[in-house]
């Protein structure tokens, strides 16, 4: 039952903003394996979509849920790639949850799999924010990653999505592919700027464990050049500056208004509810994470428990010490004088000694109470985060 | 069996050119070991050895051969330690002999070491038997073999045989000169029981086991010993020889290699080198030849892990026990912790001790920078020994500092001849004379200052000339020089562990070289890190640790936050195992790569 009344956990101490509350879904299933990838993610049978879906709809029952919905954010996996049945089927699902539309809500859809059908499903049920996955315009750099679709299926896609009245729509892009110079990368920007996206996500290339990159990163067959990653960053930052997308976060880039306030809600360390295998949940005041195995997820929903990895009690140092490491890669930085209101109770001698040490050495800065990273900081925001670990650790 | 049958001899070879092989070959013709048995290699027997192919540690053995005069004798081969660092060890074995088989690749000619050995032996009045070996090779090049005998041993041609360990050629040759060329056991007329002492093992249950030849009397279990440079009594509990396994036997007597174990449980109780003789009988004069042998070389080694102190110390111990020339106590290092001083021969025993530690006693360790013993002499008068430069006094009150040098014989190419002498100009060395030893080979005889050629000399001399050259060293005399103490600053805070001492003329250009290399070593860091090299609290070069550039994950939403903080967490822990010095991590290997090929 949704209960929209005051609720005692949602309710702050006095001064302290209210906290936004999401959903995210986690759709598990694409045709195929990006050689970067390391989500969770399967091939989409028949079965399988199926008994995704009844899952969600079991674990969305078993959830407390208090308050109002701000953002839903659909990820994946390869969310567009369901039928539009199955994507009104699951939309009804979380709407029955969210009860007053969100004021955001987002879908990752890859371009091959946009279609008119599909658009009007998500648009008649109040999705109103695409992301759409490009990483380049190369077809050479798109090849060596293994992915799916062509240029112009791109710029097909795109058309439709305005077409048919998205007014919020981000696209992805991906840089320091293999082999890929300064050049190729900014005239690759170029064409993702000129169709005029709301968002712009760039994402400097990741060897994450077990990929297919990362075996070719331990085979000696690509190279890691971070001093290339950092230029690269940094005529990002510049030329998206230049074209009025304001850098929001490390990756993440908007024309004013436009930035994605789901993910700004993480960073934030507010809270999220995350279904469907492999989602990660931040609400009630624990943290945990989804079996990343769709049989063994709804294998527990069927049983009637709701099961998580990870989990971990949110305590004040415990938020604290994220809403710095994570929010610190928000550019607008961390709010300390909310922060003391909302975690009255933390380590702050160590944070703040912390802090102080990390300015004087040039990688943030704090002015009237908000603590931001300066640009050489922000290309060592994990640095930084290592840093203040301390206060949540084990 | 009469002393008259029984010969001892060695053989003096160079690294390679084929002294384990001819070993086991006259092991097999004289039935000593079965051919199944004879796997690989007997005498050397512990693979560290066998990977770099020298040896430490002499293990006689003891054959019989029956000769072509029908008369079967008691042949002790000694082995003998194939390095530098340890020649007075292969002076102890030669003087166990009374001959040596002197060992030539016909390939390769005579070496700075064989010729080191070969002058070793004439000194201990040896008779050596020149042997060519490696004949079946098709570079044999026995013209140039036996005019290089002639010429640099003035050894006839005509004693010269030739030989192939590995097909078998000349073997019995070989067996039959030590019998017909090689004199039967000296002084063994003399009135008390007297034996030399070329070796020791310990061994966890009987204590030390003396390694002797027994030169007059007899000894054996029950007689009560005394060692002649201590003057230290013990029960002498088992004797025997070496077949090539320790066999126990009655008693040894004139002229017999084997062992004796006795109640000595403290390895350094029992010097390579001393006599022994017995309490009842004493002799008066030690056999010649004794000598404390010193360490001339020092380094700290401490554990990476602090954890394993105890282990370190444990593995020393150990290794203390079979190798007394091994020295170490305790010290302390503000940048590395706990750890030990140690006291090597030389380099190579340095290295080989320190590469016994990491896999034999698996305990990761790190070395500080290696020193000599210098001589200060203060204004005040006081004379003092420093053997690691954190412990130099105030240059201040220092009147003078003198170094050891060493006396080095170098074999090399003609054309590497200028390389080679500016590289002995730029270690400071001087060159006494200049001996040709062959229409294309020279020997140098020069001194160095020991310093100089603690890390690459010998590398730096293999390459230049390569592979070609090879060096033999004896030490030499102290000699004042003009000596600083030269310290390392990270981000403004000395490092303890890389202080040197080094001479005036060289601090500019070793200080530039080190900051560059240390300043590549360090990981880049998140801020600006100055390395400096100082002398007297002066700059004398600097460098910068490269900046981190990029340390960003650049995906981090919802989902990823458990699992960035978990990888939060290894990056540091990965830190945490580094060594901090102020605000500044570097990975302990850094310590090693940047000691090493210093
Ligand atoms: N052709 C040839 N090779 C030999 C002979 N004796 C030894 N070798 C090879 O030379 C190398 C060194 O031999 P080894 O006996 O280990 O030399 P050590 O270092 O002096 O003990 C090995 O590769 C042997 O196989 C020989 O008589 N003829
Ligand atoms: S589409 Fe996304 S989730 Fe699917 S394999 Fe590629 S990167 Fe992974």
Wanted: overall charge negative; aromatic content about 8%; hydrophobic content about 40%.
């Amino acid at each position: 039952m949704t209960d929209l009344g005051q609720d005692k956990h949602r309710s702050g101490p006095p001064g302290l903003k209210p906290l936004d509350q999401g959903i995210y879904v986690h759709v598990p299933f694409c045709s195929s394996t990006c050689d970067f990838c390391a989500f969770y993610q399967i091939k989409p049978t028949a079965g399988a979509v199926d008994q995704f879906l009844k899952g969600i709809e079991a674990e969305a029952e078993l959830i407390p849920w208090r308050g109002p919905i701000s953002t839903v954010f659909w990820g994946g996996g390869t969310p567009g790639l369901l039928s539009p049945d199955d994507l009104d089927r699951l939309a009804k699902i979380i709407r029955k949850k969210t009860v007053i539309q969100p004021i955001e809500w987002s879908i990752e859809l890859a371009p091959a799999w946009v279609t008119k059908a599909r658009l009007e499903v998500l648009r008649d049920n109040g999705i109103n924010r695409i992301s759409m996955g490009i990483q380049s315009f190369s077809d050479e750099l798109l090849d060596g990653l293994g992915r799916q679709h062509t240029p112009k299926q791109v710029y097909k896609a795109y058309e439709l999505i305005r077409e048919m009245g998205f007014k919020n729509v981000n696209v992805d892009m991906m840089f320091a592919l293999p082999g890929q110079t300064e050049a190729e990368w900014l005239k690759d920007l170029e064409e993702a700027i000129a169709l005029k996206p709301d968002h712009i996500s760039t994402y400097c290339l990741t060897f994450e464990e077990d990929t297919a990159l990362w075996i070719k990163l331990s085979e000696g067959r690509v190279k890691l050049d971070p001093e290339h990653e950092a230029k690269l960053y940094e005529a990002t930052w510049e030329k998206l500056h230049k074209e009025g997308y304001q850098q929001y976060e490390v990756s993440n880039f908007a024309k004013p208004g436009f930035e994605c306030r789901h993910n700004l809600s993480t960073w934030k360390m507010q809270e999220w509810i995350g279904l469907g295998p492999s989602a990660a949940s931040q609400h009630d005041g624990m943290r945990g994470v989804n079996p990343a195995d769709l049989a063994l997820w709804s294998q527990q929903l069927n049983a009637g428990k709701r099961m998580q990895e990870d989990r971990r009690v949110l305590t004040a140092d415990l938020l604290l010490e994220d809403s710095l490491i994570f929010g610190l890669r928000v550019n607008q930085g961390v709010d300390l004088a909310q922060a003391r209101i909302r975690f009255p109770d933390a380590n702050w001698t160590f944070v703040e000694a912390k802090l102080s040490t990390l300015e004087s050495e040039g990688l943030l800065k704090i002015s009237s109470e908000v603590v931001r990273l300066t640009n050489k900081g922000r290309l060592l925001a994990d640095s930084v985060g290592t840093e203040l670990l301390g206060l949540g650790s084990d | 069996m009469s002393e008259l049958y029984t010969r001892n001899f060695c053989i003096i070879a160079h690294v390679d050119h084929g002294k384990t092989t001819l070993s086991d070959r006259l092991l097999q013709q004289t039935n000593t070991v079965s051919d199944r048995v004879l796997t690989a290699q007997h005498l050397d027997s512990m693979d560290l050895e066998k990977e770099r192919g020298i040896t430490i540690k002499s293990h006689p053995v003891t054959m019989h051969y029956k000769a072509k005069d029908g008369i079967t004798y008691k042949l002790n081969l000694m082995d003998t330690p194939g390095h530098v660092d340890f020649s007075y060890e292969v002076s102890r074995s030669l003087a166990a002999c009374e001959g040596a088989l002197l060992l030539i690749d016909a390939a390769q000619g005579v070496e700075a070491q064989t010729v080191a050995n070969a002058h070793l032996a004439f000194a201990q009045k040896l008779k050596v038997i020149p042997v060519i070996n490696k004949i079946d090779l098709p570079s044999a090049n026995l013209e140039m073999c036996i005019k290089q005998l002639e010429d640099i041993l003035t050894i006839p041609e005509e004693e010269v045989i030739l030989a192939s360990g590995k097909s078998g050629i000349g073997i019995t040759d070989i067996l039959e000169a030590v019998i017909s060329r090689i004199p039967p056991p000296r002084w063994t007329e003399y009135k008390q029981p007297r034996c030399l002492v070329f070796d020791s093992i310990y061994d966890s249950y009987r204590g030390v086991i003396a390694y002797v030849r027994m030169f007059s009397g007899t000894i054996k279990a029950g007689d009560m010993m005394l060692l002649m440079s201590t003057g230290q009594k013990a029960e002498v509990k088992e004797v025997g020889i070496f077949m090539p396994k320790m066999e126990k036997i009655a008693s040894l007597g004139p002229g017999d290699v084997g062992y004796i174990v006795s109640s000595i449980k403290e390895p350094s109780d029992i010097k390579t080198g001393d006599t022994i003789t017995l309490a009842n009988k004493a002799a008066t004069e030690m056999l010649p030849g004794y000598k404390e042998v010193r360490p001339m070389v020092f380094c700290g080694l401490y554990p990476i892990d602090s954890n394993d102190y105890e282990k370190l110390k444990a593995a020393l111990g150990r290794l203390r026990l079979n190798d007394s020339a091994f020295v170490y106590s305790s010290e302390s290092s503000v940048a590395l912790g706990f750890g030990f001083r140690c006291g090597f021969l030389g380099l190579l025993h340095m290295e080989i001790i320190q590469e016994r530690i990491r896999r034999e006693h698996d305990v990761d360790i790190i070395s500080t920078y290696p020193s000599v013993i210098y001589k200060v002499k203060t204004y005040a008068g006081e004379l003092m020994e420093v053997d690691n430069p954190v412990n130099l006094p105030d240059a201040g009150i220092i009147e003078q500092i003198s170094e050891p040098t060493i006396k080095a014989s170098i074999h090399i190419p003609n054309d590497s001849m200028g390389d080679i002498l500016a590289m002995i100009m730029e270690k400071r060395g001087t060159v006494d004379h200049t001996d040709t030893l062959d229409a294309n080979r020279v020997m140098l005889t020069c001194a160095l200052p020991l310093n100089e050629i603690l890390v690459d000399f010998n590398d730096r001399l293999k390459s230049v000339t390569h592979g070609y050259g090879s060096m033999d060293y004896e030490p030499g005399e102290y000699r004042v020089s003009d000596l600083v103490k030269m310290e390392i600053l990270v981000n403004g805070d000395p490092v303890d562990a890389f202080a040197s001492i080094v001479h005036r003329d060289k601090a500019d250009g070793r200080g530039r070289e080190f900051c560059e290399r240390l300043a590549k070593i360090i990981p880049p860091q998140m801020f600006k890190v100055a390395i400096q090299a100082a002398i007297g609290g002066k700059v004398i070069a600097r460098d910068n640790v490269k900046e981190m550039r990029k340390d960003v994950t650049a995906k981090c939403y919802g989902g990823d936050i458990s699992r960035k903080r978990k990888l939060l967490d290894k990056q540091k822990e990965g830190k945490k195992k580094m060594k901090q010095f102020g605000k500044v991590s570097i990975p302990s290997d850094a310590f090693i790569q940047v000691l090493k090929n210093q």
